[in-house]
Structure formats: structure tokens, C-alpha cells
């Protein structure tokens, strides 16, 4: 049997010592197999987002990518170690300056002017900061935030959210070479191995590793963009690069391990979707694909043909393009897919943008020394960020322009311009589209609205009159912290006191529920185990319930609504031991588009955004049917009424804007519901 590996040529060795450095030079500067390997990650990518149901997970096009990095980097370094004795940091970064900003710079600069004019105004402020930030490299740190931030789960996508991999790896490049110093270092003085480093290299890739399956598993959305639980994808990466400066595999061997390592990229490509926890463990198959076609070195493959060449060619310049051609067209398109003309449009525009870029921008730089030395270098790094940053704080500025509409009571009268007939008289909007987004209750800013790792409320979260006699306890998810302002004002106006102990995604119910990316969470079970302690405490003269309909039991069976019904009912018979007045809200109707997208475009007939009444509600309500079950207990609200007329559900009310998103209501739309709400609360509860 034909060893797995054999060793090539003897090294030489330098002042008595083997760095490998013999080994390093003969190494193929070019491999045309790791050009196709980058044609394959970057068409995986281009055809996902273009229609995941082609390649439901060629998202792991970004993980090819890493591996790829991570071993051209360290190639690169091990190899300047080996014959240098030393790594200079300077040419280090000069070389990564010449090669990535350049393209990044032109792509950010377009993208960002394309926005200011194109985009929908209610999109440009977060698309604006999202530009900033990716040209500070810091995208990934971004996006990690908004997935754990509830409010913003459902915002559209911006145009430059894909440079989060260009974060991760330049986050990578900021200690890596410095591991490669100190390795530099100890081979000068101690005469370290390979080996040595081999297993450092190996620690860190396990804990790196380990860091992202807990992670991912605990809260895979932040986890997905974190450097962390990304970084032993690109030490993966590094580790091949070390081994075969040593090592080579046997010619035997390569052909098999070629096509195992494209088999698993294929099999995640098509196995993976966007409900598969990752990175995680799963991210080993697409990883360690990667890895073995890099191992397996030249062979006769499809990786090796002129047209997998040509891609892997211009594969950095089509992953910049490719997303906001993706994004403008579907903005363009005003519909939530494209087609297959304008995908073949979108796709043949990126493939030439990507080839001009590649030949106007890339290849000069590099090939011209147009960026010599680490000052010119620093220089053109500033200057990118300096400019990109500019455009966006110029769609920052003409956000501004649109956001100073004061309220009006004589024109924003809301709801009570439901009795005249008419939702909207054309006058301007309150709040301002701009700010409509941002409109949310102020238990928010008081840190009041439990997220998801908290498991214990807090008591003083106290609206209303702290003072009254009357205590009104309000329990649930964020549909249900959406009634507090209306119920803050009531308090103020009828002596109550309202405590909020409401939680994101986190129903009143008895049942484990999931967080709003699929995942458990435990931590909603304890908190509403920490409310109902509180409220036995408490004894409130009412509690108040709500919760979103699209709150999803851990174990829905065939019938997810009945069992989340199922919960509520136990969880109210509980908290009916401990008030006499208990009253479920049902919930609020939805919408089945981009409400400040079309509020925008049919600004002359808003009536052209308002949604059927049976869309609205079209999903059961489980607390309709637990209600039903308690009705000798529990008292149903439905303030359907003040939202929808008979046939349609309006998304502006009296020229106030009803919705923040989809699914939530203003905060000053609640407010102005705050008298109708008190009377039919007392009206129920006597």
C-alpha cells in the first residue's frame, strides 16, 4: 500500500537549521487548482443569492473562501519566515493593501453614490452606516449586532452587507502574522520544529472550533458574522500550508482526494439551507473539503479548465459586485425575487464589471507598484476610508432632510379619523417614513423590554402613575410591549400603574418556545417562570396579555397555533389565582410587504399600501383560541377595529403612520389609541 504522504526533496537547511525553506521555494507560486477551488466559492455564492432554491446552501462559497486565505496567507508568511529568519510586517500589509483595497475602494464608492440616489429613503440610513462600516472593515462586528438587536431582525437587506467575510479575514490578518513572528523568533533561539508550530496551529483551529459550536448553538445569528468562531476555518487553511511545505501527498492519492474534497462542497451546497445551524460543526464538511482539494495539489480536473480559471480570476472582483447588483435590481423590481432574465442580467453584468475591475483596477496596482512602500499604503487605506465614508455621511445628511415633521394634532388625528370614513387626507405623515422605523416604545431606551438572555424581569419598569392605586401587570413579546404607551398615557390620565415584564419572542405560555432564528430558548421558560413568581407577589388588579402569532412552540406537532393556545391557557390558569381581572389582546394585523417602501413609492395614494383584512389576519391566533377556552376567566380584546374597515387594513391612519415594520405598531399610533383602550378595558373587566 502506497503511503497517504511521501517526502519531497531534502530540504537544505540555513546556520545548521531546517526551516523548510528549500521546500517553500519550489513550491508553485501559482496553483491553478486553488484558482479553481476560488471559480467554485465564488459561483456557489453568485448562484445562492441569486435563488437559494438552486443551491439552498451555497452560502459556504464564504467558507471556501476562508480556507483559501488562510492558506495563501500562510503559505506566504511561513514561507518569508523560512528564508528570512524574520517576517516584516510592513511588507506584510503593503501586500494586502495592493492587493484588496484597491477593487473594495471602487466597489464601496459606487455602491454608495448608486444608494444615495436609488435606494428608498427609509433604506439610506442603514445602508449608509453599513458602507461606513465596511470600509472600515468592521462589517462583520455590525452585523453580529443587529442580529442580536430584536428590532431590527427584520430590516431589508443593505447593499454591502456581504464585505462582513472581508471584515473576518482582515480582522484574521491583524494576529496572524504576529503568531508568525513569534514562531520566527523561536526557531532563532530555540531551534523549534514544524511540529511545534503545527500543533499550535491545531490548538487554536480546536478552540476556535469548539468557540463556534457552542456558539452557534446558543445563538447561531451574531455567531454566523464573529471572527472567533470563523477563525479555524482560515487556520484550517494554515495548517495545510505548514504540512506541505513538508510533505507531499502521493500522486496516487491526489486524483481521490480532489474529487472527496469537491463531493463535500457539493453535498453541503445542496444539504445546507438557511435553517442549518452554522457555522458550527456543520461548517467542517465544506471546510475540510476545501482543505483536501488544496492538499491534493494539480490534477486533472474541471478546476483546472480555462473557464474555472477565468472565474477564479476575477472571483474577489465578482463577490464585490455581485450583491448590490442583486439588491438594486430587486429594489428596482420591487418584488421579493428575481426572475430568470434578471437574473441572467444581474449575473452577466457582475461577470463584466468583475473582468473591468480586474483589469483597470486590480492588475495595475499590483503589477505596476502603484502602492511601493507602507506609507503610500497607509495613505491609500485612509484616503478609501476617508471617501466611502463621505458618501455615506452625504445619505446620512439627505436622510436628515426628511425627518422634520411635527406633530400636528389638528392633521395627525390617527384613529379618529376612522368615524369620518377616511384613513389619510394626503397631508404629511407623522412620524416622518424616516423616523417611523425608530418609533418604538420607550421601555426600549429604558432597557426595559427583556432580550434574549435575560431571564430575569425587572420590578421597576413602572409606567403610568407610579403612585395609583389601580395596577395594571403587562405580560408577553414585544406585541405586547407595543400597548405600552397607549397604557402608559391611560395611567397618567386614570391613576394606573403599569409594570411592564415583557420579553422579545417571549409569549406568556407554558410551552418551550423558539427565538426567532429557529433556535431554543430556554430562556424564556425561566423568565416566565421569574414573571409568575413576580406576579403572585404583586396580585395585580388586571394582567394584560399578548403575543405575536408567529411565535413557534419547540415541538409544534401539526397543529403549532393549538399548542401554543395549549401553554397559554395553563400559564393563565396560573396567573388567574392571583388577579381577578385577566385580559388577552388579540393580536395586531399584519402587512405583506415593505410598508415604508410603498409608502414611499404611492405617497399620492396610500390607499395602494393597504393589505386585505384576510392577509392581515390570516395566520390563527392562539390567543384567540385560548381565550375562547377561558372565556369564565378571561376577557378577549380585539381592537381590530382601529386598524382595518371591512374589506382592508390600512397602513396609515389619520396621516399617522400605523406601523414600524411588518408586524409592530408605532409608538405614537399606540398613544393615540390609549383612550379607546381604557374604555373597552373597563368595559370587560368592570
Keep these: 500500500m502506497r503511503p497517504l504522504f511521501v517526502r519531497p526533496p531534502t530540504p537544505s537547511t540555513q546556520n545548521g537549521r531546517d526551516h523548510g525553506a528549500s521546500a517553500a521555494r519550489a513550491e508553485r507560486r501559482f496553483r491553478p ?11 456557489l455564492v453568485l448562484v445562492y443569492h441569486l435563488d437559494p432554491d438552486l443551491v439552498p446552501g451555497g452560502y459556504v462559497g464564504v467558507d471556501v473562501f476562508f480556507v483559501i486565505s488562510g492558506f495563501l496567507i500562510t503559505s506566504l508568511l511561513y514561507r518569508e519566515a523560512g528564508e528570512h529568519g524574520r517576517i516584516s510586517i510592513a511588507r506584510f500589509y503593503v501586500r494586502r493593501v495592493r492587493r484588496l483595497l484597491p477593487a473594495s475602494t471602487v466597489v464601496l464608492l459606487v455602491t454608495g453614490a448608486v444608494a444615495l440616489v436609488f435606494l428608498p429613503i427609509t433604506r439610506l440610513s442603514e445602508a449608509a452606516w453599513q458602507l461606513i462600516a465596511s ?5 462583520n462586528l455590525y452585523l453580529a449586532q443587529q442580529a442580536v438587536d430584536y428590532l431590527a431582525s427584520d430590516a431589508p437587506p443593505s447593499p454591502v452587507q456581504h464585505f462582513w467575510s472581508l471584515a473576518v479575514e482582515e480582522q484574521f490578518y491583524l494576529v496572524w502574522p504576529l503568531l508568525f513572528m ?34 452557534t448553538a446558543q445563538n447561531p445569528a451574531a455567531a454566523y458574522f464573529l471572527p472567533t468562531t470563523r477563525a479555524w476555518e482560515l487556520a484550517v487553511g494554515g495548517l495545510v500550508a505548514v504540512v506541505l511545505a513538508h510533505r507531499a501527498l502521493s500522486p496516487a492519492a491526489r486524483a481521490p482526494l480532489v474529487w472527496a474534497g469537491l463531493a463535500a462542497i457539493g453535498v453541503s451546497a445542496l444539504a445546507y439551507d438557511d435553517a442549518t445551524a452554522f457555522p458550527g460543526w456543520t461548517a467542517l ?4 473539503g476545501s482543505a483536501a482539494v488544496i492538499a491534493a495539489g494539480h490534477t486533472r480536473t474541471p478546476l483546472n479548465t480555462a473557464p474555472a480559471q477565468f472565474f477564479g480570476d476575477i472571483s ?22 428575481l426572475g430568470l432574465l434578471e437574473m441572467v442580467a444581474v449575473a452577466a453584468a457582475a461577470v463584466l464589471l468583475s473582468w473591468l475591475t480586474k483589469v483597470w483596477v486590480e492588475d495595475p496596482v499590483r503589477e505596476r507598484g502603484l502602492i511601493p512602500g507602507i506609507r503610500t499604503a497607509g495613505v491609500v487605506a485612509l484616503s478609501g476610508i476617508v471617501a466611502v465614508s463621505a458618501v455615506g455621511f452625504a445619505s446620512l445628511a439627505r436622510v436628515q432632510q426628511f425627518s422634520s415633521v411635527p406633530f400636528d394634532p389638528r392633521v395627525h388625528v390617527g384613529p379618529a379619523a376612522l368615524s369620518q370614513g377616511s384613513a389619510s387626507n394626503g397631508a404629511e405623515l407623522y412620524p416622518p417614513l424616516v423616523e417611523a422605523e425608530e418609533d418604538n416604545p420607550q421601555l426600549y431606551e429604558d432597557d426595559c423590554q427583556g432580550q434574549r438572555r435575560d431571564v430575569e424581569p425587572r420590578t421597576d419598569c413602572v409606567y403610568g402613575d407610579p403612585d395609583g ?7 408577553g413579546d414585544s406585541h405586547a410591549a407595543q400597548w405600552v404607551p397607549a397604557l402608559d398615557r391611560v395611567g397618567d390620565e386614570r391613576g394606573w400603574r403599569v409594570v411592564s415584564l415583557t420579553k422579545s419572542a417571549c409569549a406568556f405560555t407554558a410551552v418551550p418556545v423558539r427565538w426567532n432564528d429557529g433556535s431554543d430558548y430556554e430562556e424564556c421558560e425561566q423568565w416566565n417562570a421569574a414573571v409568575m413568581e413576580e406576579l403572585a407577589g404583586m396580585e395585580p388588579d388586571v394582567v394584560f396579555s399578548s403575543a405575536s402569532r408567529n411565535v413557534t412552540p419547540q415541538d409544534p406537532g401539526d397543529d403549532a397555533a393549538g399548542v ?26 399584519v402587512t405583506d410587504r415593505d410598508v415604508f417602501e410603498c409608502l414611499e413609492e404611492h405617497n399620492d395614494d396610500l390607499s395602494q399600501c393597504s393589505v386585505p383584512r384576510e392577509v392581515a389576519f390570516e ?23 382601529l386598524f382595518c374597515g371591512d374589506d382592508r387594513c390600512a397602513p396609515v391612519i389619520g396621516n399617522v403612520v400605523v406601523y414600524r415594520d411588518y408586524h409592530h405598531m408605532t409608538a405614537s399610533y399606540s398613544q393615540m389609541l390609549s383612550e379607546e383602550l381604557a374604555e373597552r378595558i373597563e368595559q370587560v373587566t368592570g
Design 182 to 215: 513569534l514562531w520566527a523568533g523561536a526557531v532563532q533561539r530555540w531551534r523549534t520544529t514544524p511540529r511545534v508550530l503545527v500543533a499550535g496551529l491545531s490548538v487554536l483551529s480546536v478552540v476556535s472550533l469548539a468557540h463556534s459550536v457552542v456558539h
Design 316 to 337: 474577489y472582483s465578482l463577490y464585490l459586485w455581485h450583491w448590490p447588483l442583486i439588491v438594486f435590481a430587486l429594489t428596482w423590481s420591487g418584488s421579493a425575487s
Design 33 to 43: 487548482e486553488v484558482q479553481g477551488l476560488r471559480a467554485v466559492a465564488v459561483l
Design 619 to 641: 395566520d390563527v391566533d392562539p390567543q384567540v383560541q385560548a381565550a375562547r377556552a377561558m372565556e369564565d376567566d378571561v376577557h378577549l380584546l380585539d381592537m381590530s377595529d
Design 135 to 139: 470600509a472600515a472593515y468592521v462589517e
Design 469 to 475: 392605586e389601580w395596577t395594571v401587570l403587562v405580560v
Design 285 to 288: 464538511l465544506p471546510v475540510l
Design 564 to 589: 401554543l393556545a395549549d401553554g397559554l391557557v395553563r400559564q393563565w390558569e396560573e396567573a388567574a389565582r392571583h388577579t381577578d381581572r385577566l385580559v388577552a389582546m388579540r393580536d395586531t394585523p
